[in-house]
């Protein structure tokens, strides 16, 4: 479908409703909340009433791209009648699932849902799932949205998609960037956002306990038999003692790519027992949808995870050979 059509069709639906609950998936991303502040900004703009609630708070470091305040987390949440009867939007996020406790005020039938997403693996209905896996990241598909009704952009909105932009485009150094992706950037900079700021900003806010804990975990370190594949493994009780969080060693995955040889990177999360989380990237053409798939995951061909229900031990066992099945 055309972008103008796609666009049409995404903001008659989304003005079709007047009471709207804007949501992402747990541990919000700056993509996550650059489109919520985003698309709670044009329809505050087209008088619609319009919450933004996540299952998770920001993280300290990302607090920056909301000085408004505008999302709430669920502890935070309005008394429960605020919240009934309300069409649910889910950004950046095509798993139900992944939208933690947000996923109790979507029908089963999913008639008060609206997805606008650019992962890969999900077909559009132009009704209830709005996917544009050509894109770089939701928060492009949302200015884009915003250009084609014609409202101008706050700075501080601005901020908020331009942050987004370039940590899904990885600094525009993902295959998804697009000529587009650098005129999107162009435009929000001409509108006052500083880029160097907000590289360091995203970049920065750890605690020391940070780089204690990366010694740890590069204990893990394993690569298969012909340098292809690398992983390492992260366990709360390894985080407890340096008094940091799961969030805080966000980014380890893609530091595993580094060598030339290496075309699998995966991270393995141990958050509660029974489970083990997965993350990935490849480069190239290695498509690691088909691994994470088997167990209920998503995301994008060279970026995607899933929750393998298996102790660490088994789930290394049984989850490796399948993953190097992606390999060329």
């Known amino acids: ?33 650059g ?25 300290a470091k990302l607090r920056f791209l909301d000085p408004e305040g505008t999302i709430l987390s669920f502890p935070e949440r309005p008394p429960e009648p ?19 406790e947000i996923e109790q005020w979507i029908a089963e039938d999913r008639s008060n849902l609206i997805v606008i997403d650019h992962h890969d693996g999900i077909v559009s209905d132009m009704k209830t799932y709005f996917l544009r896996p050509d894109i770089g990241s939701t928060s492009e598909i949302i200015q884009e949205l915003i250009e084609f009704d014609g409202l101008p952009l706050t700075a501080a909105v601005a901020r908020a998609l331009y942050a987004g932009l370039v940590t899904d485009t990885g600094h525009f150094r993902y295959r998804k960037t697009r000529p587009e ?9 001409e509108l006052g956002v500083d880029p160097p700021a907000v590289a360091q900003r995203l970049a920065s806010g750890f605690p020391v306990g940070r780089l204690l804990a990366r010694r740890t975990v590069y204990d893990t370190l394993q690569v298969n038999a012909d340098e292809t594949m690398a992983w390492i493994v992260i366990q709360r009780k390894d985080l407890q003692e340096y008094n940091v969080t799961f969030e805080d060693l966000d980014g380890l995955v893609n530091e595993l790519l580094e060598p030339d040889q290496i075309q699998i990177a995966m991270v393995f999360v141990v958050r509660e027992a029974g489970k083990t989380k997965v993350s990935l990237r490849s480069k190239g053409d290695v498509n690691l949808l088909p691994a994470v798939h088997a167990y209920g995951g998503g995301g994008h061909k060279n970026a995607c995870g899933a929750t393998i229900p298996l102790e660490l031990h088994n789930a290394l066992r049984e989850f490796l050979p399948v993953v190097e099945r992606c390999l060329p």
């Open 181 to 189: 992706s650098h005129r999107l950037a162009a435009r929000l900079l």
């Open 82 to 100: 605020q919240l009934r009867d309300r069409t649910i939007v889910l950004l950046d996020n095509s798993d139900i699932g992944r939208s933690g």
């Open 35 to 59: 489109a919520e502040i985003g698309l709670a900004y044009l329809l505050r703009q087209k008088g619609k009433d319009c919450l933004v609630l996540n299952h998770d708070p920001l993280s």
């Open 1 to 33: 479908m055309e972008s103008e059509a796609f666009y049409r069709a995404l903001l008659d639906r989304l003005l079709s409703v007047d009471r709207l609950l804007l949501s992402t998936h747990r541990n919000p991303d700056p993509d996550g909340i």
